[in-house]
Nanobody
Framework: QVQLVESGGGLVQAGISLRLSCVVS????????MGWFPQAPGKEREFVAA????????DYADSVKDRFSISRENAKNTVYLQMNSLKPEDTAVYYC?????????????????WGQGTQVTVSS
């Protein structure tokens, strides 16, 4: 059974950086493309970043591409989301997801496994 566990969220002031981590167990991590999807209260889960299974290809939402960076360490079964210059509108529960296949994808329907989420709150 594949499990994803996120960590690294918290309450921070605007302009501060955070790094989220997601550890994957129970599957072959190097065979999953990975993504991050925040969900704000009352809103749908949305795409912000994705990464190919080898780490060579990335994709970002326009709203974060100059501030967020996704990366992975296959030896540690871990994917990261480095978030810089945080804004109050980044406040959300951030979910990590794994998709069977090599390429990054923006559609949440392409992802097979999800974590439980980690809360990020950015105060102004």
């Amino acid at each position: 059974q594949v499990q994803l566990v996120e960590s690294g969220g918290g309450l921070v002031q605007a302009g501060i950086s955070l790094r989220l981590s997601c550890v994957v167990s129970g599957g072959t991590f190097s065979r999953y493309a990975m993504g991050w999807f925040p969900q704000a209260p009352g809103k749908e889960r949305e795409f912000v970043a994705a990464l190919s299974w080898g780490g060579a290809r990335t994709d970002y939402a326009d709203s974060v591409k100059d501030r967020f960076s996704i990366s992975r360490e296959n030896a540690k079964n871990t994917v990261y989301l480095q978030m810089n210059s945080l804004k109050p509108e980044d406040t959300a529960v951030y979910y990590c997801a794994a998709a069977r296949g090599p390429q990054p994808t923006r559609s949440r329907y392409d992802y097979n496994y999800w974590g439980q989420g980690t809360q990020v709150t950015v105060s102004s």
